[in-house]
């Protein structure tokens, strides 16, 4: 088949149901899709084919088909709910054949395989039976008001098989799938205040970024469920950033009392008196410290209320 499709000069595809969507949303930029229906899963096979010729699953078999699609192929889509039956239309020189019906681009529908079907018939029409289906084709393709080039969406959905991701990127792709139905919840009424002035305060600017992002989700969390356990393993900073919190609600006359164990009030008292070995001593924070016992903390330096 590989050889086959070299020889070709070029291929003119139609979807002739919509099969891309175009979301039109204001303010944002407009993304192509496939939905997941059987009729579009068919243009890559069927499951009565052989794996690797079904799915573009390795990275140089799909770069060779998006490189054979940008050479020889164009791809166009219906866009109204008018009907449109399908078939193939072969043009060689000045002869013509043409395959009807042809319901899916798979072997099976293609009669070239038996499937699962009680029978497959498709008519072979030749000259000059053939050249109407030609010409029917042609008026069709350049009918702008019905169709719609998808080509790039294609070669997008291809391309994506092969192209080289950095971890980050994929990281990040993992993260966002995981948590994207909370970033939904997220309102400006549980985001933080700026005009606290809390990101111009000493402890604020002491912080790395992921210790202020951290410190902003957990206001945010306070916000929603009024309460939030800050896990961050040992060394990361989970005292910095509770103190940024803290510098917060304290800008919003709030007061704060921080529970710890015995052994960590002297800590937690260093960073809100006047010390020489306090480095946020120009904040001037005014919580209150207790503790409770002497056991060592399980995740970190203690628990923080906020009244």
């Known amino acids: 088949m590989k050889n086959q499709l070299e020889s070709i000069e070029e291929l003119r595809f139609v979807f002739t149901s919509p099969s891309f969507?175009?979301?039109?949303?204001?303010?944002?930029?407009?993304?192509?899709?496939?939905?997941?229906?059987?009729?579009?899963?068919?243009?890559?096979?069927?499951?009565?084919?052989?794996?690797?010729?079904?799915?573009?699953?390795?990275?140089?078999?799909?770069?060779?088909?998006?490189?054979?699609?940008?050479?020889?192929?164009?791809?166009?889509?219906?866009?109204?709910?008018?009907?449109?039956?399908?078939?193939?239309?072969?043009?060689?020189?000045?002869?013509?054949?043409?395959?009807?019906?042809?319901?899916?681009?798979?072997?099976?529908?293609?009669?070239?395989?038996?499937?699962?079907?009680?029978?497959?018939?498709?008519?072979?029409?030749?000259?000059?039976?053939?050249?109407?289906?030609?010409?029917?084709?042609?008026?069709?393709?350049?009918?702008?008001?019905?169709?719609?080039?998808?080509?790039?969406?294609?070669?997008?959905?291809?391309?994506?098989?092969?192209?080289?991701?950095?971890?980050?990127?994929?990281?990040?792709?993992?993260?966002?799938?995981?948590?994207?139905?909370?970033?939904?919840?997220?309102?400006?009424?549980?985001?933080?205040?700026?005009?606290?002035?809390?990101?111009?305060?000493k402890i604020w600017n002491t912080l790395y970024s992921f210790q202020k992002d951290a410190a902003l989700a957990i206001i945010n969390k306070l916000e929603t469920y009024n309460g939030c356990i800050l896990a961050d393993s040992v060394g990361l900073g989970k005292t910095f950033t509770a103190l940024a919190v803290i510098k917060y609600y304290e800008n919003r006359n709030k007061t704060v009392l921080v529970l710890c164990p015995k052994k960590l009030a002297d800590n937690w008292n260093t960073f809100k008196d006047n010390y020489i070995n306090n480095p946020i001593a120009a904040d001037r924070l005014n919580y209150d410290v207790l503790y409770h016992t002497d056991l060592p903390p399980l995740y970190g330096p203690g628990a923080m209320l906020v009244n």
């Open 21 to 201: 969507t175009t979301e039109r949303a204001p303010k944002e930029k407009r993304e192509f899709y496939i939905p997941q229906l059987e009729r579009e899963r068919n243009l890559y096979g069927s499951e009565f084919e052989l794996k690797l010729r079904n799915e573009l699953t390795q990275k140089a078999i799909a770069r060779e088909c998006a490189d054979w699609i940008r050479k020889k192929v164009k791809f166009k889509s219906n866009t109204t709910t008018e009907s449109m039956n399908g078939f193939i239309a072969i043009e060689n020189g000045d002869e013509s054949i043409a395959y009807q019906p042809i319901n899916g681009f798979t072997t099976v529908d293609l009669g070239c395989d038996r499937g699962n079907n009680s029978y497959s018939m498709i008519a072979k029409f030749e000259s000059p039976h053939s050249i109407e289906f030609v010409k029917l084709f042609n008026s069709i393709w350049k009918d702008e008001a019905k169709l719609q080039d998808v080509t790039n969406e294609v070669l997008d959905n291809i391309t994506a098989a092969y192209q080289e991701n950095s971890p980050e990127f994929i990281y990040f792709l993992t993260l966002f799938n995981i948590f994207n139905e909370f970033l939904e919840d997220i309102s400006e009424d549980v985001l933080p205040n700026d005009k606290t002035g809390f990101q111009t305060s």
